[in-house]
């Protein structure tokens, strides 16, 4: 088994804790921390500074979509789940139903909530752009405030980026 390395980014809502290896990001967490814990060492993994660097750029503003390796630690189903949330463009919403539709099994809305919620890749796997069939917030594992600034971020910053974006 690799060695989990750690890194913290404070980002504006808060430190996120990366989790990864020389191979993979396999977790990014908000974490109820109040600043960094976890910083640069010389033995850090570059793939959990590229990471710390992405989420920068996101957080500016600067950056849609993430190139860095990461790992799915899930059942089946989640990392079927967990895929289809990658294919929601930046600045956009869909329903939980959606996700369940485009898996095949439009029944499956609460399951596809679960595994959602189960998501330990926040921002990179964007659980944050699922919301109810009402248009409303519902639950996110950094919460909803988070969630809401997120979506707010990403609207606001949706026009003229291109780094990151169609590579």
């Known amino acids: 088994m690799s060695k989990l390395y750690k890194l913290d980014y404070e980002s504006p809502i808060g430190v996120i804790e990366i989790t990864g290896t020389d191979e993979a990001i396999s977790s990014i967490m908000f974490s ?14 570059i793939i959990l500074e590229n990471c710390y660097t992405q989420l920068d750029e996101y ?7 993430f190139t860095f390796p990461i790992k ?24 939980y139903k959606d996700i369940a ?9 609460r399951a596809v909530g679960n595994a959602n ?11 944050h752009r699922i919301i109810g069939s009402n248009g409303k917030l519902t639950g996110y594992a ?20 291109t780094k990151g974006y169609g590579k």
Not at 72 to 94: C, H
Not at 101 to 109: D, L, P, Q, T
Not at 118 to 127: E, G, M, R, T, Y
């Open 32 to 45: 109820e921390q109040d600043r960094a814990v976890n910083n640069k060492q010389d033995e850090t993994p």
């Open 59 to 65: 957080f500016k503003g600067e950056r849609r979509e």
């Open 72 to 95: 799915y630690e899930g059942t089946d189903f989640q990392k079927i789940v967990w895929n289809a949330l990658t294919s929601i463009p930046y600045g956009k919403t869909v329903a």
């Open 101 to 109: 539709v485009s898996i095949g099994n439009e029944k499956a809305i």
């Open 117 to 127: 919620g189960k998501n330990k890749l926040s921002i990179v796997i964007p659980c």
């Open 142 to 161: 950094g919460g909803v405030w988070r969630k809401e600034w997120l979506l707010q971020h990403e609207k606001t910053s949706c026009k003229g980026i």
